[in-house]
């Protein structure tokens, strides 16, 4: 079992940065891909980045693509997505996904997911 907890959302001026961080509990964490995904208000939920269990391989929306940047250290069992140059449409509830493979987790499959943490990017 894992549990995410995701922390760090806001509100924030177009232009600006926001860090989000989740923190996951068990002892399997680092074998585990992790993700994060984001749903704006009626829309569905989309795929933002992703990082393999080593943290060497890490996937990007094109959205986000030279913007997000993705991480995790799995000695503090947390994973980061460090988020510059926001978007007012980057404005929705990220969520923390956690899965057994980087495909899962990429498809929206993963077996793990946090409750959620609002970003507000203001024009």
């Known amino acids: 079992q894992v549990q995410l907890v995701e922390s760090g959302g806001g509100l924030v001026q177009a232009g600006g940065s926001l860090r989000l961080s989740c923190a996951a509990s068990g002892r399997t964490f680092s074998s585990y891909a992790m993700g994060w995904f984001r749903q704006a208000p009626g829309k569905e939920r989309e795929f933002v980045a992703a990082?393999?269990?080593?943290?060497?391989?890490?996937y990007y929306a094109d959205s986000v693509k030279g913007r997000f940047t993705i991480s995790r250290d799995n000695a503090k069992n947390t994973v980061n997505l460090q988020m510059n140059s926001l978007k007012p449409e980057d404005t929705a509830v990220y969520y923390c996904?956690?899965?057994?493979?980087?495909?899962?987790?990429?498809?929206?499959?993963?077996?793990?997911w946090g409750q959620g943490t609002q970003v507000t990017v203001s024009s």
């Open positions: 996904a956690a899965g057994v493979s980087r495909a899962a987790v990429i498809s929206g499959t993963g077996d793990y």
């Open positions: 990082i393999a269990w080593s943290g060497g391989t890490r």
